[in-house]
Structure formats: C-alpha cells, structure tokens
C-alpha cells in the first residue's frame, strides 16, 4: 500500500519513471545542503577548541619542563619508607613463676615502671644463705686477727724464755768452770764437779729449746696470716655470692627501661619463665620515632645527611611531616638479609638495590603523638639543600 501511494505521487499522467527521477534529482540537494551544515559547525568547533587547547598544553608542558629543571630533578622520592622505633623486649634474668602482671596491652608506661613481678620466695632465701655465709667469713677473719694477737704474746713469752734459758745457761757455764779449778787443785769432788757438767748441758738444751720454740712461735705468726688471707679471700667469695643474690631478687622485679606503650604481651599470671623468655615489649612513642627510607641506589648520588626531608604518611595524608636525613647504612638491605645473594654463582640479572636511609623526624610536629611504628610513608628528599650546620655528620665533619 505504501508503494501504491508513493507511486502514485510521484508517477506522472502517461505512466513512465520520468516523474520520479525528477523528484529525486530535484531533492537531492535539498538533502546534501542540510546534512552538510551540521559538519561545517562541528568542524569550527574542534578548530576553536584546538585554538584554545594548543596554548594552553604549551604552557602546562613548559610549566612541567620549568619545574623539573628548577626542582624536579633534585627531589629524590620513594614510598618504600617505614615508621620505626627502638622496640626493647623485656626477659627475665631468672626462673620462675610469674607472681603478677601490673600491666595491659597497649598500656603506656614510664621510664622505671613495674611491668611484671616474679615469685621471689627462692631468691629471699637464697639471699638470706648468702648473708649468713658472709657473717661466718667475717667471724673467721676477726677469730684470726684475735689469733695473731696472741701469737705476738706468745712469741713475747717464748723470747723471755729463751732469756731465762740463756741467764741460766751462763751460770751453769761459770759453775762449771769453777768446779773444773777445783777439781785441778785437789780441793773439789768429782761427783761434785760432774754435778755441775751435767747441770751445764741441760742448761745448753733448755737454751736450745727455748730458741726453738721462739722460732716455731714466729713462723707460726705467717702461718696465721696465710690462713687470714684465706679467710678474706672466702669473705669476699661470699660477698660476691650476697650480691649475686641481691641481683637475682632484684630480677624478679622487671621494669620498664624506657617511656612507651606495652605491646606484644603474652605473659600471664602463674606462668614459668626462663632466662630470656620474651614476656611482652615497649614500643618507644613519639620523639621517639624515627623514619628509615629504601631509596634506590641510583639516588643517592646528591643526597647527603642534614638534607631536608617532606614525609607523607599513608594514614595521614593530609598532614605533611618534616624531616632530616640522619645516616645511611652501612650496607644494602640485600647484604644484612637473612639468605643474602651470591652472585658468583649461576646466571647474574642486574638489579637495582636500595640502601636504607635514617630520618630523624620533627620532635615538635603534634602528629608524632598519633604515629606507631611500622606506619607506611612517602619520603621526598630535597637535594639542593645544604645540609644543616647543626647536623652531627656536618660537625663533625668540620672537626676533622
């Protein structure tokens, strides 16, 4: 039906195609004209945005190219960068049970708080043994010293007797001779004169006996004061075994040596610990923390300690942090890992590796209070940057 009406539109009086052919070619350029405009429009269009675009992209790429050349180029940047603290792991030195636990996890602590104590009971009376051994020592030393005493006396008493022994012995010595002139002039006995004899040599022995037992006195003074020493020696064994003892009931007391936050805890109530058990730890908090930086070895080229350092951390990205590189290690991560490479052996690929830098953080900056070890960051280093006067690297330095 709808061909019957177009042709009957367009089919002339006398029935040929003449009358369509016309039509068509008649609205041919109506159609083209109007199908034409539209893309002229759209052609201006783009024309006028690339007019606009093209400068604009020349000055955001000169800006770009400026930029890199004034700064870019001198800012070193990596995001392989960690929060860290000095975490120290508190153990015990002794064995023992654990007799209370004075604090929870993530609690903050002081500097000389009680964290722990242990069952001191065993090392009370091992103190006390160790007390007791010493005042034994110190007895037996004053016992000796009161020995010396008298040996002095009795050596005082032995030299008087070998004076008596000596007086004696002289008049037995003129004795005897008297009674010898007797008898050689006929006018003494001979038991008389054999009486005297006999008396001389036991004045002679008495004499020597005398002299013996000075000597045996006087030796026995440095056998006294051997043995003193001896017993001093044993007074300061058991003066060390009372302060070893001492340590060992002070140890069960265990303390925070630094200011932070418990973490890590596993110790409970009633549990037995060894010497070096790992009980918990204290995380250092705020100026304490630190940054360390993996940056890439082909950076380090123009970076030096006291250089400025912008930090960014993940979890604050809002909040820019100030820093300053401290030191570099003395080693890549790669050669302090726990399988470090060997690369002599097998097929070598080259591969860039990183050196840890240490950054030292603004102590004055309030987010500190809201960081914790281990918190990912972004550092940028600024190497046009002289490093600080103040810098201990740059001190010293100047000192040599």
Do not use: C
């Not at 002339?12 to 195609?17: H, I, K, L």
């Not at 007390?131 to 007895?139: D, E, R, S």
């Not at 004076?163 to 008898?183: G, K, M, V």
């Not at 075994?241 to 009633?270: C, I, N, Q």
Request: hydrophobic share 45%; no cysteine.
């Amino acid at each position: 039906m709808s061909r019957a009406r177009f042709t009957a539109v367009f089919a002339p009086p006398d029935g040929s195609s003449r009358g369509v052919t016309e039509a068509r070619t008649a609205a041919a350029p109506t159609s083209s004209g109007q199908a034409a405009a539209p893309d002229r429009a759209r052609r201006r269009r783009r024309r006028a945005v690339l007019v606009l675009l093209l400068p604009l992209l020349a000055a955001i790429g000169g800006l770009y190219a400026w930029h890199w050349w004034t700064a870019g180029r001198f800012l070193e940047e990596t995001d392989d960068a960690y929060l860290q603290a000095d975490v120290v792991t508190i153990a015990p030195k002794v064995a023992g049970y654990v007799a209370a636990v004075l604090v929870g996890d993530n609690q903050p602590v002081r500097a000389g708080e009680v964290l722990l104590r242990l069952d001191d009971r065993d090392n009370r009376a091992a103190l006390d043994r160790a007390q007791a051994n010493v005042a034994a020592a110190q007895a037996a030393v004053r016992n000796l010293d009161a020995q010396l005493g008298l040996q002095h006396s009795t050596i005082e008493a032995a030299a008087a007797d070998v004076a008596t022994a000596d007086a004696a012995l002289r008049f037995a010595q003129e004795d005897w001779s008297r009674y010898q002139a007797l008898l050689r002039s006929g006018a003494g006995t001979v038991q008389r004169a054999q009486s005297a004899d006999s008396d001389l040599r036991g004045r002679q022995a008495a004499l020597a006996r005398s002299r013996a037992a000075l000597a045996a006195a006087t030796q026995q003074v440095d056998v006294l004061r051997t043995t003193r020493e001896q017993a001093v020696a044993q007074l300061d064994q058991s003066r060390a075994a009372e302060e070893l003892a001492a340590l060992d009931l002070s140890h069960t007391v265990l303390a925070a040596p630094v200011e932070g936050a418990v973490g890590d805890r596993s110790v409970r109530v009633g549990q037995y610990v060894q010497p070096g058990t790992r009980l918990l730890s204290v995380v250092p908090m705020g100026r304490a923390l630190y940054l360390v930086a993996n940056f890439k070895e082909t950076q380090l080229a123009r970076m030096r300690p006291g250089q400025g350092v912008a930090v960014t951390v993940d979890a604050f990205p809002g909040h820019a942090l100030k820093g300053t590189v401290d030191s570099f290690s003395p080693g890549t991560g790669a050669e302090f890992a726990l399988l470090p490479p060997e690369n002599a052996t097998g097929n070598f690929t080259k591969i860039v590796q990183r050196v840890p830098v240490r950054v030292r953080l603004d102590p004055e900056d309030s987010l500190l209070a809201h960081l914790r070890p281990g918190l990912s960051v972004s550092a940028r280093v600024d190497t046009r940057a002289e490093p600080a006067a103040d810098h201990p690297a740059v001190v010293g330095e100047a000192r040599r």
